[in-house]
């Protein structure tokens, strides 16, 4: 049944690519540009991302990671695009193994990239070298809330394993590589090993993401269920629903501050 569901709710114009793949990439582009609630909640993404990477005056590079088919570079051009497979991006890029000198980057931004990193340890530990003083990790990604357990563990085809008991899991060469519970463990769950391994890194801030109108969007990959014109019906329903945020967010927005051991 499980199964049933979902083929589905995946779209039409995904099913036959593998996922990952160039084919697949492309036609995620194109779904991208047909649904506006979408393309609006990237824009709110994209908006703290950037609010991140402008916290500090500081000079140093702004990276985004996992850039994907990612639009933010159309936001600000100077954002070095990169991922970890060759394509329309500016750098090829191992988030385990970053080609940056040390204290050379301001930020680095992810959205839905933490929990493909195969080894989450390793990433922050780049992170802090490669980080000025005052640079952010910015990241946006699954939520831990009683509806995303379920919609990312039983909807989603990629794993949601919130019992792991490790910040890593075997890479492979696939998309499905990942755990999407993996922000929630590192920074919530095992929050005082987070701390105690990487000292200089502050979590500064987290906070709830609109759900309703990407969920019946169906985001990126999933049919859409918003009838036409229904568009800003739905928006105004995000924020009548604030007050469920805890019981029902699906995405969350983390901002990782670099500092000194004075300033923690």
């Known amino acids: 049944m499980i199964d049933r569901i979902k083929r589905f709710v995946t779209h039409p114009l995904l099913r036959p690519h593998a996922m990952g793949s160039p084919e697949w990439f492309a ?74 000198r040390d204290s050379s980057v301001r930020a680095l931004l992810l959205t839905h990239v933490f929990h493909h990193i195969p080894d989450a340890g390793a990433f922050l530990r780049e992170a802090s070298r490669v980080l000025i003083a005052g640079g952010v990790i910015s990241m946006v990604d699954c939520a831990h809330t009683p509806f995303s357990r379920f919609f990312f563990g039983r909807v989603h085809p990629e794993p949601y394993r919130d019992n792991a008991a490790d910040w890593s899991f075997p890479p492979g060469n696939t998309m499905l590589d990942s755990n999407q519970a993996l922000t929630w463990i590192v920074f919530q769950r095992d929050r005082a090993r987070f701390e105690k391994e990487h000292p200089d890194l502050l979590i500064e801030r987290r906070q709830w993401l609109p759900w309703f109108s990407y969920l019946l969007s169906g985001g990126v990959n999933l049919r859409s269920f918003v009838p036409p014109g229904c ?21 969350w927005h983390w901002t990782i501050r670099k500092v000194t051991r004075d300033e923690k």
């Open 27 to 100: 036609a995620q582009s194109k779904l991208f540009d047909e649904k506006p609630l979408v393309q609006r909640c990237y824009a709110l993404w994209y908006d703290q991302l950037l609010r991140d990477a402008d916290s500090t005056a500081l000079p140093g590079a702004i990276v985004e990671l996992g850039s994907g088919s990612s639009r933010l570079k159309l936001r600000r051009p100077d954002i070095i695009a990169s991922d970890v497979v060759p394509g329309a991006v500016d750098l090829v890029a191992d988030g385990t193994r970053l080609p940056f």
């Open 231 to 251: 568009s800003a019906l739905v928006q105004a329903a995000d924020w009548l629903l604030k007050p469920l945020d805890p019981l029902c967010a699906i995405h």
